[in-house]
């Protein structure tokens, strides 16, 4: 990844290092920009405010800054698209995603604007998970644990001690202890450490980490370790330009390494005003032109939201979600409504559908063993090409079409219809061989919802269900010569009734102290992104509470 530096520095954040406290000064002035903060939901722009809200009901403790960062939108993409490589994506990656500057460096390519344009407006980020590239990255004792560390680092190749000289003393200490120790010196999250190593040197470990690497050149690097590659240029060696590094800081131990990166990343970034995984990404923090857009860390534009997901899964894991957590969330001047995924796909065809998942693998076959085509990303849209195409592994797939034509096949119950991909908004959807409908309502409105004339509804004992009568969860709906188990939203017992067993069996759920059928999965999936959590239990008991309709 490339690195970027920035000649002057501008501390805009003093560090009183809490959660709880917001550190950035209410008022920054300067010639160019002024760039203030101003807590609570109610100072953000109205586009923010619903999904905040949402968050807020969720997580009482959690509290939301909004950064107005006084650049306007259109200056920000005209300077984050000014210079190739700034802004990259994987090269495997969907054609509209990539630019034609036909450059690449270490698998990346260079980022179009429309997907920068997506990735960096922060609104497309306000879920329970996305939201924590903003939380703030400061060290905090009672939210922040070794064991928390420990979760992050389990299936690494960090999951051990290590033995290494320290102030001519052999000491023997694990990794999770060490990045705790480089938390409390650098005064920055331990969560955000251990996700960042991560990143730089994957789970199993680079050569910048193995204490042992011959370069290109022939050189012998021994001794030295760069956990954060700083200094790993991607022209030439990367490896060895990051090992040079180090052997000029003298990191010679893991420990070392660890600690004095961590210690760099704070004093360049976190104690500098870039103190969210977001502004490491984006530097829109400063005063003056020649203080912005340049300083970043690292140039793939999805690590913020990669980062996210791992500290999201963190915190739930260690059950931290009730800390008193801070977000701060930047705002630019002028934003246009809405910057959806890039796509030359025309949403309102019947034929159109979303990618309902993360990480979901078109495949040349259908079969979970059949090879990649390539990695589609959640909300990206597609065509559908047939429907049910063919069963394996236990999976029902269809036949999809990409937006630059390459076609593959996907498990059914990773789309959804464009038209009809709001379960709070819409009557009916089909999921698979499930129909999940909304509650309460009659056949004749379901069928009027699937737009369908011929059909029946028939109970377990195979008794034929009027029209005016209310569907419930079990019933079989018939049409164009299929079957469909239908799924009433919400009864999560599957009993036809919701109420508090409903969403008591959610959070059980959640807590791992029960687990939901593949039938209780579908009714608890009232956000339609195959996640189960907090966010679905809340949504079921506002709506017995008559506060929500799903």
């Given at each position: 990844m490339t690195r970027g530096k920035k000649s002057v520095l501008i501390i805009l954040i003093c560090i009183i290092l809490t959660i709880e406290l917001i550190s950035i000064p209410n008022n920054v002035k300067a010639s160019t920009y002024t760039q203030t903060t101003k807590n609570g939901i109610s100072n953000f722009p109205e586009t923010y405010?619903?999904?905040?809200?949402?968050?807020?009901?969720?997580?009482?403790?959690?509290?939301?800054?909004?950064?107005?960062?006084?650049?306007?939108?259109?200056?920000?993409?005209?300077?984050?698209?000014?210079?190739?490589?700034?802004?990259?994506?994987?090269?495997?990656?969907?054609?509209?995603?990539?630019d034609t500057c036909n450059q690449v460096a270490s698998g990346y390519a260079c980022a179009s604007r429309a997907i920068l344009q997506y990735y960096s407006d922060p609104r497309n980020f306000l879920t329970e998970s996305g939201i924590f590239q903003f939380l703030e990255m400061t060290y905090n004792s009672s939210s922040q644990t070794e064991q928390g560390v420990q979760g992050i680092i389990a299936s690494t190749f960090m999951n051990k001690s290590i033995t290494f000289n320290l102030n001519g003393q052999e000491v023997t200490m694990p990794y999770s202890q060490i990045i705790m120790e480089a938390a409390r010196e650098s005064k920055m999250s331990p969560y955000s450490i251990a996700i960042k190593i991560r990143q730089e040197v994957g789970n199993n470990g680079s050569n910048s980490v193995s204490g042992y690497y011959v370069a290109k050149n022939g050189t012998i690097y021994e001794g030295y370790y760069n956990f954060f590659n700083y200094g790993a240029y991607d022209q030439g060696d990367a490896i060895a330009n990051g090992l040079e590094y180090a052997k000029n800081k003298g990191w010679t131990n893991p420990y070392i390494a660890i600690v004095e990166g961590a210690k760099l990343m704070a004093n360049s970034y976190t104690n500098a005003g870039q103190n969210t995984a977001y502004f490491y990404k984006w530097d829109v923090v400063g005063n003056e032109p020649s203080q912005l857009f340049s300083h970043q860390y690292m140039t793939n534009i999805q690590d913020p939201s990669s980062q996210a997901k791992s500290l999201f899964n963190t915190y739930t894991t260690n059950n931290l979600l009730t800390s008193p957590l801070n977000f701060i969330i930047p705002v630019f001047e002028n934003m246009p409504n809405v910057n959806n995924l890039p796509t030359t796909i025309d949403e309102k065809l019947s034929t159109s559908y979303y990618v309902n998942g993360t990480g979901v693998r078109l495949r040349a076959t259908p079969s979970t063993s059949a090879s990649i085509l390539a990695t589609l990303s959640k909300n990206e849209v597609v065509t559908l090409l047939e429907w049910n195409s063919a069963t394996a592994n236990d999976l029902k797939w269809a036949r999809i079409q990409l937006s630059n034509g390459n076609i593959g096949y996907v498990a059914n119950k990773y789309l959804l219809p464009c038209n009809n991909n709001n379960t709070s908004t819409k009557n009916v959807r089909i999921d698979g061989e499930y129909l999940i409908i909304s509650p309460n309502k009659t056949v004749s409105q379901i069928a009027s919802a699937l737009n369908v004339t011929q059909y029946s509804v028939t109970k377990n004992d195979k008794t034929q269900v009027g029209t005016n009568e209310i569907i419930q969860t079990g019933y079989i709906f018939t049409m164009d010569n299929k079957t469909y188990k239908v799924?009433?939203?919400?009864?999560?017992?599957?009993?036809?009734?919701?109420?508090?067993?409903?969403?008591?069996?959610?959070?059980?759920?959640?807590?791992?102290?029960?687990?939901?059928?593949?039938?209780?999965?579908?009714?608890?999936?009232?956000?339609?992104?195959?996640?189960?959590?907090?966010?679905?239990?809340?949504?079921?008991?506002?709506?017995?509470?008559?506060?929500?309709?799903?």
């Open positions: 405010q619903a999904k905040l809200k949402e968050l807020q009901s969720l997580h009482s403790s959690w509290t939301f800054t909004a950064y107005y960062t006084g650049i306007s939108w259109d200056e920000f993409i005209k300077q984050e698209t000014s210079l190739h490589l700034r802004n990259t994506v994987i090269k495997s990656s969907n054609s509209l995603w990539k799924i009433v939203l919400g009864d999560v017992y599957t009993d036809g009734i919701i109420d508090s067993r409903d969403y008591m069996k959610i959070k059980n759920h959640i807590m791992a102290t029960s687990i939901l059928n593949i039938e209780g999965i579908k009714a608890a999936n009232t956000y339609v992104d195959d996640i189960i959590d907090s966010r679905d239990y809340m949504k079921i008991k506002n709506h017995i509470m008559g506060t929500e309709i799903l």
